[in-house]
């Protein structure tokens, strides 16, 4: 277990709450990359099967919080994407 690594994972998922609470009070997707979203997914998904497979300690706890934050904000780039569309009608 590093404790580095459940810093690095502490930090990287503190920005996701803010990012969530942007993409549902603006109901908008301006500023967000739905590339960049689904990057991170797979190196989320990537670091909970490393966990799983290689190294399984308490990190993977932070790996699969911060996939879910994630997976959030890229529900909401989607109905953020269906609402600008049906107001563009």
């Known amino acids: 277990m590093s404790v580095f690594e459940a810093v690095m994972m502490l930090c990287f998922g503190s920005a996701w709450p803010f990012s969530i609470y942007k993409s549902y009070t603006s109901r ?38 911060n996939l879910t934050l994630v997976l959030i904000d890229t529900a909401l780039y989607f109905r953020n994407y269906r609402i600008l569309q049906s107001s563009s009608k």
């Not at 967000?32 to 689904?38: A, E, N, V, Y």
């Open 28 to 65: 908008s997707n301006k500023g967000k990359s739905l590339w960049f979203l689904i990057i991170v997914l797979i190196g989320y998904t990537s670091g909970v099967l490393h966990k799983i497979l290689f190294n399984f300690d308490f990190v993977i706890t932070f790996y699969i919080f």
